[in-house]
């Protein structure tokens, strides 16, 4: 049985790092990544890898996504945070690389890790 356990989030101020993990087990995946979704508002990408490393524009230069070896671990290093970076964070995993990341096209996904910034 296929599982995403993410763990990391929680409350933080404007500015500050919080570090967000997802352990995959039953299957090892070529492409995780981590999506996000905010209140009344639509899951959107954030970050991922697959043939490639991609960051959703609004995180560029802020965030970092890493693997392990084994890439049964992803990690998403969350740096500067902003109050509109307030979401509950989802890992999501596809068997096969990814070109487009796009929530239909992801295989499996975790419950979610909640992240709030104040201002």
């Known amino acids: 049985q296929v599982q995403l356990v993410e763990s990391g989030g929680g409350l933080v101020q404007a500015g500050d790092s919080l570090r967000l993990s997802c352990v995959s087990s039953?299957?090892?995946?070529?492409?995780m990544g981590w999506f996000r979704q905010a209140p009344g508002k639509e899951r959107e990408f954030v970050a991922g890898i697959s043939w490639t490393t991609n960051y959703a524009d609004f995180v560029k230069g802020r965030f970092t996504i890493s693997t392990d070896n084994a890439k049964n671990t992803v990690h998403l290093q969350m740096n500067s945070l902003k109050p509109e970076d307030t979401a509950r964070y989802y890992c999501?995993?596809?068997?096969?690389?990814?070109?487009?990341?796009?929530?239909?096209?992801?295989?499996?996904w975790g419950k979610g890790t909640l992240v709030t910034v104040s201002s």
């Open positions: 039953g299957q090892t995946f070529s492409s």
């Open positions: 999501a995993a596809k068997a096969g690389f990814l070109d487009m990341w796009s929530p239909k096209n992801m295989d499996y």
